[in-house]
C-alpha cells in the first residue's frame, strides 16, 4: 500500500502538472498566462537545482551552473543561426555542446576538490562569458543573438517545453539514485581515499556526473533561448542562474531529487512575489535563506521531513517490541 | 641549494620582463605596479584569515565594498575627506566583522568544508543584496582633486595616487609580520594557525584568536574600502571580482606566505596592465585573471600531489 502510494502520489502529481494548460478556460486564476508564465521560470530553475545537487552528491560544489545554462542557450542559438538546425533539434544540440565542453575540460577540473574545483567553475563561467562577449560577428558581441523566431507562440506548448527540461533532469537523477553511482557518488562524499581502496573508479564516476549535469544545464539553457528568443552574454552567463539553483536546492534539501523540487516551487513563488514588490535587492533573501540553511539546517526541508518520518517509525517499532515484550513477561 | 637557484631564476625572469616592458612601452610598468598595489592589499587580509582561521572567505571583497559604501555615505554627509573616515570605518568595520564571525563563521567551524564556502557564499550575496536595497544598483563616485595627481618622466606621463595602494600593501605586509612575530596575541595567533589544539593546549583561547584574527582581517580590508573609494566607482557588485583576485592570488602564493602574494599580484598586475595598453588586446584583458587563476589552480594540485 505504501509502495503504491510512493509511486502513485508523484506520477499523480506529475499528471496534474501536465495538465494545468488544458484548463485554462476553467480556472485562469491558475492557467492563465501570467500562471504559465511564472511555472515556466520555476521550471527552468528546478532542473539547474536538480542538475546542481546531481553533482553536489559527489561532494563537489559547482559555481559554475550560470556557465554550462549559457553555453546552452549559445549552443542552441548558433546550431538555429549558422548550421541552420532545427529549432526542436537545436535544444538537444545545446545539450550535447555543453557536454562535450564539460567532457574535454573534465579531464583537467575533476582532479581538483573541494576550493580549489569550485572557484574554477565560477572563473571558467566567467571566461565562457567572455569568449563569447568578445566573439565579434560569429557570436554576436555584447549585444549577443537574435534567432527569427522562437519555437512557439503558444503558452502551452511553451510550457510543455519548459516541463520537459525538468523531466529530463528528474529522469537523469532518478537514474543516478536507482543505479550504482548513487553509491559510488556517496562513497566519494563520504571519504575519498575509502572509496579509492575499495575499487571506486572515483574519476569515471566523477566525469559522468559532470557531463550528465552539464548536458541536463545546456538543455535547459537551449530551452530557455527557443521561448525567449535573445541571448546576450550577461544575461545568458547571470549569476542568478548558478545562485538560485543553489540556493533552492540547499533549502529544499540535498542528496535527493524531491529537495530540490521542493525549494524550486518555494523559493520560485517567493522570488516572483518579492521581484513585484521590491525591484532592487530582492536577492538579498536567497543570500539570507543560504546562510540560515546552512547554520541550522542543513539537511534542507526534505531531509528534515524524512529524519523526522525515520524517527517516527522507529519509535513506533520501540513501542512494539515493547509491547511484546510486556504481553511475553 | 636547488630553492636559491630556483629563486634567482626567477628574479633574472622578472627583472628581464621587467625591463622589456620599460623598453615597450614605460606607462605599462608604472601602471601595472599600481594594480599589483591594490591587488595585493586586499588579498593580504584574507591570506591571514585563510593561514589562521582556516577559512576561505568567500564574502571578502563584499566587506570591502559594505566599508567603501560607508565611507562614502559618511563622507558626504559630514562632508568631510574619505581618508579622515578610514579609521572609524575601519573599526566599525572590525566590529562587524566581529559579530559576523560570532554569528556564522564561528558555528560553522566544525562543519564540513564545503558547508563554510557555501556559507560565506551566503554572506557575500546578502551582503552586495543589502546594499542593492538600501541604494539600488547605481554606482556611486567621489570627485577628489588629488586622485589626479600626475607626473612626468620624459616624454612620459602618468598617474602617481594609484602609489598609495602599493604602500598600503607593502605596510600591510611588513605590519603583519611584525603583529605575528613580536606581540603577544600574533604570536599566539600564529599558534592556532600552525596548531590549534597544541594551542589550546597551552592555554591560548583559540576561538578569541579567531574572533580577533576575523576581525582585524575585516578592518583591514574595511581601511581599504575606504582607499578604494578615493578612486573607483563603487557599485553592489564591485567587491565579487576582488574576492575572486584576493583567493587567486593567495593560492598561488600558499598558506601563509605573504610575500608570495607581493609577487603574484605584481605579476596580474603587469600582465592586465599589458594587455590594457594594446588595442587589440583591451577587451580579452579581464580574461588574463580568470586563466591565470585556473592555471594557479592546476599546477597547485599537481605539486600537491607530488608532495
Known sequence: MNRLLSFALPLGCLALVVALPLFKDLAPAIAGPYPLSLARSIFIYMALAISWDMLFRSGQVSFGIAGFFGLGIYGSALSVLRLGMSPWLSILAAGLFAALVALLIGFVVLRLRAIYFSITTLALAEIFRIVLHNGGSFTGGPEGLFIPKIISSDNATLYWLALSGVVVALAASSWFERSKIRFALTAIRNNELQAKSSGIGIFKYLLVAFVVTSFVQGIVGGIQLQSYGSSSPDSAFDANYTLLPLAMALLGGVYSTVGPVIGAVLLGFAAETLKLRIPYGHLVVYGIIIVLVILFMPDGLYGLWRKRARARRSARIDARMAAKGASRG | ?307
Open chain 2, 1 to 307: 641549494m636547488l630553492v636559491t637557484r630556483r629563486s634567482i631564476l626567477w628574479t633574472v625572469l622578472g627583472l628581464a620582463v621587467a625591463i622589456a616592458i620599460l623598453m615597450w612601452k614605460p606607462t605599462i610598468l608604472v601602471y601595472g605596479i599600481e594594480r599589483a598595489g591594490l591587488y595585493a592589499a586586499v588579498a593580504i587580509p584574507m591570506a591571514l584569515v585563510l593561514g589562521i582561521v582556516h577559512i576561505v572567505n568567500l564574502s571578502h571583497g563584499e566587506f570591502m565594498m559594505v566599508a567603501a559604501y560607508a565611507t562614502y555615505f559618511s563622507a558626504r554627509a559630514l562632508k568631510i575627506d574619505p581618508y579622515l573616515a578610514l579609521l572609524p570605518v575601519s573599526l566599525v568595520m572590525a566590529l562587524f566583522g566581529y559579530v559576523v564571525y560570532r554569528l556564522t563563521i564561528r558555528q560553522a567551524l566544525k562543519a564540513p568544508e564545503l558547508n563554510q564556502l557555501i556559507l560565506t557564499f551566503g554572506i557575500a550575496i546578502a551582503l552586495s543584496q543589502t546594499v542593492n536595497l538600501l541604494f539600488t544598483g547605481q554606482s556611486w563616485k567621489m570627485s577628489l582633486s588629488y586622485v589626479s595627481a600626475s607626473m612626468s618622466i620624459g616624454a612620459y606621463d602618468f598617474g602617481v595616487y594609484d602609489f598609495v595602494f602599493v604602500a598600503a600593501a607593502i605596510l600591510l605586509a611588513v605590519g603583519l609580520r611584525l603583529f605575528l612575530t613580536r606581540t603577544k596575541m600574533g604570536k599566539a595567533a600564529l599558534a592556532v594557525g600552525q596548531n590549534a589544539k597544541g594551542a589550546a593546549i597551552v592555554g591560548i583561547d583559540v576561538d578569541r584568536t579567531y574572533a580577533f584574527v576575523f576581525a582585524l582581517a575585516v578592518g583591514l580590508v574595511g581601511a581599504l574600502g575606504a582607499m578604494f573609494l578615493t578612486k573607483q566607482a563603487i557599485f553592489p557588485g564591485v567587491g565579487g571580482p576582488y574576492t575572486m583576485k584576493s583567493f587567486c592570488l593567495v593560492a598561488m602564493a600558499g598558506v601563509g606566505n605573504i610575500t608570495g602574494v607581493l609577487w603574484g599580484s605584481l605579476a596580474l598586475g603587469l600582465a592586465e596592465a599589458s594587455m590594457n595598453g594594446v588595442r587589440e588586446l583591451r577587451d580579452w584583458s579581464s580574461i588574463v585573471f580568470f586563466v591565470l587563476i585556473i592555471a594557479t589552480i592546476l599546477v597547485r594540485s599537481v605539486k600537491e600531489k607530488k608532495a
